[in-house]
């Protein structure tokens, strides 16, 4: 089974190049299975219902979210209509949404995502560890492939619970700082890891935002108003072949696709 990830999508740049190009990336390599980190996708910050819907219809089967999901309010009325759509599942009891969502892929396969968020040097949440134990006994015995996206800051939380859910999960990805690094490989129980995907949008900035306006923050502390920039425009993605009778990762590579 072929899943392919894309990492955070960031504002209108991110979009269109998932629009331009991923209908023929799906066709190309035979993906199975295609999830995304859609959080940025509304100006870099937050996504709305029409952008949700815009994504799905663009080949994306489940969206994740972070920090940044609730920053449009009117997708909060959209999780209770969208399961595909999920938050970290670490978020408070009581919120729209869930951090969970189980289907099947193209070839007919079952399979589960998990999202989940960290707390280093972010906001305080439930601990994503026991969370993500509480939540993988929820997911049916016969669904071997599960994928999930730790959307964290810091790299040693990540790789912390790439180690804990080895053996565990077919997937274990960072996102979040939309930077890619280039540690992606297969644990030895089998799971495949990488700490970040890196970012779907203009890479001719600072994660994604004009540089200037982040470059005067930096010089003077003072509130500035951030924009999504325009140049150099690619996809970030990571594809990972999975055992689906054993849910356990053959491979994973990192793909990047730039906007023609």
Same mark, same amino acid.
């Given at each position: 089974?072929?899943?392919?990830?894309?990492?955070?999508?960031? $504002?209108?740049?991110?979009? %269109?190049?998932? @629009?331009?190009?991923?209908? +023929?990336?799906?066709?190309?390599?035979?993906?199975?299975?295609?999830?995304?980190?859609?959080?940025?996708?509304?100006?870099?910050?937050?996504? #709305?219902?029409?952008?949700?819907?815009?994504?799905?219809?663009?080949?994306? *089967?489940?969206?994740?979210?972070?920090? /940044?999901?609730? +920053?449009?309010?009117?997708?909060?009325?959209?999780?209770? @209509?969208?399961?595909?759509?999920?938050?970290?599942?670490?978020?408070?009891? $009581?919120?729209?949404?869930?951090?969970?969502?189980? &289907?099947?892929?193209?070839?007919?396969?079952?399979?589960?995502?998990?999202?989940?968020?960290?707390?280093?040097?972010?906001?305080?949440?439930?601990?994503?560890?026991? #969370?993500?134990?509480?939540?993988?006994? %929820?997911?049916?015995?016969?669904?071997?492939?599960?994928?999930?996206?730790?959307?964290?800051?810091?790299?040693?939380?990540?790789?912390?619970?790439?180690?804990?859910?080895?053996?565990?999960?077919?997937?274990?990805?960072?996102? @979040?700082?939309?930077?890619?690094?280039? +540690?992606? /490989?297969?644990?030895?129980? =089998?799971?495949?890891? #990488?700490?970040?995907? =890196?970012?779907?949008?203009? @890479?001719?900035?600072?994660?994604?935002?004009?540089?200037?306006?982040?470059?005067?923050?930096?010089?003077?502390?003072?509130?500035?108003?951030?924009?999504?920039?325009?140049?150099?425009?690619?996809?970030?993605?990571?594809?990972?072949?999975?055992?689906?009778?054993? &849910?356990?990762?053959?491979?994973? *590579?990192?793909?990047?696709?730039?906007?023609?």
């Amino acid at each position: 089974m072929r899943i392919l990830f894309i990492g955070d999508i960031v $504002g209108s740049p991110g979009r %269109k190049i998932v @629009h331009d190009r991923l209908a +023929d990336i799906l066709s190309q390599r035979q993906i199975d299975l295609c999830i995304a980190n859609g959080e940025n996708s509304a100006s870099g910050f937050g996504i #709305t219902p029409r952008l949700a819907e815009e994504l799905f219809a663009s080949g994306i *089967e489940v969206i994740t979210g972070g920090n /940044h999901i609730w +920053d449009r309010r009117e997708i909060l009325e959209f999780f209770p @209509h969208e399961p595909r759509l999920l938050r970290p599942a670490n978020f408070p009891n $009581g919120l729209p949404g869930s951090g969970l969502y189980v &289907g099947r892929a193209r070839n007919g396969v079952p399979y589960a995502v998990l999202n989940l968020q960290g707390r280093t040097f972010m906001t305080a949440l439930d601990d994503p560890f026991r #969370t993500a134990t509480r939540e993988l006994a %929820k997911i049916p015995a016969d669904v071997k492939v599960i994928f999930v996206d730790m959307h964290a800051e810091a790299t040693s939380e990540k790789q912390a619970m790439g180690w804990y859910l080895d053996g565990k999960v077919s997937v274990v990805v960072g996102t @979040h700082t939309h930077v890619p690094t280039a +540690d992606y /490989h297969v644990l030895p129980g =089998g799971t495949a890891y #990488t700490t970040d995907v =890196g970012m779907t949008g203009p @890479h001719n900035s600072v994660i994604g935002m004009e540089k200037e306006g982040v470059l005067q923050r930096f010089l003077d502390a003072l509130p500035a108003r951030f924009v999504v920039a325009e140049g150099d425009v690619q996809m970030n993605t990571v594809l990972i072949d999975v055992d689906e009778t054993t &849910g356990r990762a053959r491979s994973i *590579e990192r793909l990047n696709f730039r906007l023609d």
